[in-house]
């Protein structure tokens, strides 16, 4: 499973904004790893450096030292529309009748290639496979005096998830979807003001945590300070997966510290699965919060049964089919000493194909594991998601095709407990309404039959430069 995007935006004089993003770019590594790109802004031009890989790989200091000027915004990729390719890197520019904007979003649009038709009729070209790009054009082409009435008119028309970080020439801009369905918050640095998708990327550069921005809220920063534009959000649907897994353990989302809320899933799962056993382990890294939880509840003693090697799938050389063969024995390495015998309780954030915990059990096994006990952190997953998750299509869900005793099976585990959703939701403490639970339940915040399939845009050539021009 794997989230859409990282943001971040930066307005400060006397910084080097490129350096600050980057940095920003690197604490939110995990929310993206297939792109990255810096835009910025001196007052008179916008200047763009966008490429394949991580936040390390896709800047030098050549690049960096080209980008001067005091806005900008960041960007980290993975594609939920559009496939992995240079021209959908983000951010993107566009332009027309004398308007240029820069934006990088976090979410997907559902009803973007109705919008993106729309606006080709209208004189729009597009260069690009990505639903961010469908956006910046809406903007340009959307009625009002100032951007701000151009991103509120936007707003009306888009369906699905977003939280955007716009720059104009002289101007930064955060938006969050009326739903709040991907977090976006707030923070000052050396008398400036940064945006970020999550708090953890504030901590890292020195900023200041100020507050979250709200669901269907618009922040415009420029030289006369911050203003705020608030909208309507009568149904609020915060992704509940932000929590169990996408979101760093150190950040902060609805006033909640994640790391104290994942002990508690752990602390819940003993509760309601108390099994008898020698050891506990989190599956590194989403899980060892949850892992340390269930062992305080049951006093059974946590282990590190299994190390990751965190850089396994961040190289762009390929496998011979020999170290393809050997699968998650190149993520992770068992501590074959101290579990060999041991009856082991294997506690982990989600389970939703299937294809790797499977693995992960044989590869305990063979280590001399005695007994297996999975635990998971999410109840099961039953329903694919529309709103910036690239998780599976509903037929590929292992719980919409399995019940828990034949998943228990197919995984090979002694036995197999899943936190129940009102367990999630104490875990959490915060009100169960304001969270987007449908992965779970199936009762999606908007219509599923809106849903867009990843490549729905994909009409484009690729070598065509980014941007729109009316």
């Given at each position: 499973?794997?989230?859409?995007?990282?943001?971040?935006?930066?307005?400060?004089?006397?910084?080097?904004?490129?350096?600050?993003?980057?940095?920003?770019?690197?604490?939110?590594?995990?929310?993206?790893?297939?792109?990255?790109?810096?835009?910025?802004?001196?007052?008179?031009?916008?200047?763009?450096?966008?490429?394949?890989?991580?936040?390390?790989?896709?800047?030098?200091?050549?690049?960096?030292?080209?980008?001067?000027?005091?806005?900008?915004?960041g960007h980290n990729r993975y594609s939920t529309a559009g496939s992995s390719k240079p021209a959908n890197a983000q951010p993107i520019i566009a332009k027309s009748e004398g308007l240029t904007l820069a934006l990088a979003h976090n979410g997907n649009i559902l009803n973007a290639k109705l919008l993106r038709d729309e606006l080709h009729v209208d004189g729009y070209s597009f260069h690009t496979s990505s639903d961010s790009e469908v956006i910046a054009?809406?903007?340009?082409?959307?009625?009002?005096?100032?951007?701000?009435?151009?991103?509120?008119?936007?707003?009306?028309?888009?369906?699905?998830?977003?939280?955007?970080?716009?720059?104009?020439?002289?101007?930064?801009?955060?938006?969050?979807?009326?739903?709040?369905?991907?977090?976006?918050?707030?923070?000052?640095?050396?008398?400036?003001?940064?945006?970020?998708?999550?708090?953890?990327?504030?901590?890292?550069?020195?900023?200041?945590?100020?507050?979250?921005?709200?669901?269907?809220?618009?922040?415009?920063?420029?030289?006369?300070?911050?203003?705020?534009?608030?909208?309507?959000?009568?149904?609020?649907?915060?992704?509940?997966?932000?929590?169990?897994?996408?979101?760093?353990?150190?950040?902060?989302?609805?006033?909640?510290?994640?790391?104290?809320?994942?002990?508690?899933?752990?602390?819940?799962?003993?509760?309601?699965?108390?099994?008898?056993?020698?050891?506990?382990?989190?599956?590194?890294?989403?899980?060892?919060?949850?892992?340390?939880?269930?062992?305080?509840?049951?006093?059974?003693?946590?282990?590190?049964?299994?190390?990751?090697?965190?850089?396994?799938?961040?190289?762009?050389?390929?496998?011979?089919?020999?170290?393809?063969?050997?699968?998650?024995?190149?993520?992770?390495?068992?501590?074959?000493?101290?579990?060999?015998?041991?009856?082991?309780?294997?506690?982990?954030?989600?389970?939703?194909?299937?294809?790797?915990?499977?693995?992960?059990?044989?590869?305990?096994?063979?280590?001399?594991?005695?007994?297996?006990?999975?635990?998971?952190?999410?109840?099961?997953?039953?329903?694919?998601?529309?709103?910036?998750?690239?998780?599976?299509?509903?037929?590929?869900?292992?719980?919409?095709?399995?019940?828990?005793?034949?998943?228990?099976?197919?995984?090979?585990?002694?036995?197999?407990?899943?936190?129940?959703?009102?367990?999630?939701?104490?875990?959490?403490?915060?009100?169960?309404?304001?969270?987007?639970?449908?992965?779970?339940?199936?009762?999606?915040?908007?219509?599923?039959?809106?849903?867009?399939?990843?490549?729905?845009?994909?009409?484009?050539?690729?070598?065509?430069?980014?941007?729109?021009?009316?």
């Amino acid at each position: 499973m794997h989230e859409s995007c990282g943001i971040f935006g930066v307005y400060a004089h006397r910084i080097d904004i490129a350096r600050l993003i980057f940095f920003g770019l690197f604490a939110l590594q995990h929310r993206g790893q297939e792109s990255a790109g810096i835009a910025v802004s001196n007052g008179s031009e916008i200047k763009i450096h966008t490429s394949m890989g991580l936040v390390s790989q896709a800047f030098t200091e050549s690049d960096l030292a080209q980008l001067k000027g005091y806005i900008g915004i960041g960007h980290n990729r993975y594609s939920t529309a559009g496939s992995s390719k240079p021209a959908n890197a983000q951010p993107i520019i566009a332009k027309s009748e004398g308007l240029t904007l820069a934006l990088a979003h976090n979410g997907n649009i559902l009803n973007a290639k109705l919008l993106r038709d729309e606006l080709h009729v209208d004189g729009y070209s597009f260069h690009t496979s990505s639903d961010s790009e469908v956006i910046a054009n809406l903007i340009l082409a959307s009625p009002g005096k100032s951007w701000e009435e151009r991103i509120r008119h936007t707003m009306y028309r888009l369906q699905g998830a977003y939280s955007l970080v716009i720059m104009t020439q002289n101007k930064l801009i955060g938006v969050r979807d009326p739903m709040g369905v991907r977090p976006l918050c707030l923070g000052t640095v050396d008398n400036g003001w940064v945006i970020a998708s999550e708090s953890c990327a504030l901590d890292h550069i020195g900023a200041q945590f100020t507050r979250e921005i709200k669901p269907g809220e618009i922040v415009a920063i420029n030289a006369d300070g911050v203003k705020s534009f608030e909208g309507e959000n009568d149904k609020k649907a915060l992704c509940i997966f932000e929590y169990i897994y996408f979101a760093r353990p150190d950040s902060i989302i609805q006033g909640k510290l994640l790391y104290p809320a994942r002990q508690a899933m752990g602390e819940i799962l003993a509760q309601e699965y108390p099994v008898d056993a020698d050891l506990i382990m989190g599956v590194p890294d989403s899980a060892t919060a949850a892992g340390i939880g269930y062992s305080h509840a049951s006093g059974i003693p946590y282990c590190e049964g299994l190390l990751k090697n965190r850089y396994v799938g961040r190289t762009f050389i390929e496998p011979d089919q020999r170290i393809r063969e050997l699968g998650v024995q190149l993520k992770f390495n068992p501590l074959t000493r101290i579990i060999s015998g041991k009856r082991l309780v294997v506690v982990d954030d989600s389970i939703v194909r299937g294809t790797t915990t499977p693995r992960v059990v044989n590869l305990l096994r063979k280590a001399g594991v005695k007994e297996v006990h999975l635990r998971i952190c999410a109840p099961p997953i039953r329903h694919p998601c529309f709103l910036g998750v690239d998780m599976a299509t509903e037929w590929e869900l292992l719980a919409a095709r399995k019940t828990i005793p034949e998943i228990r099976d197919y995984l090979g585990a002694d036995s197999l407990g899943y936190l129940s959703l009102d367990g999630l939701i104490r875990a959490v403490d915060l009100p169960r309404e304001i969270f987007c639970l449908a992965c779970f339940t199936g009762d999606y915040p908007i219509p599923v039959q809106m849903g867009m399939d990843k490549l729905a845009l994909e009409t484009m050539p690729e070598e065509e430069p980014v941007g729109s021009q009316k």
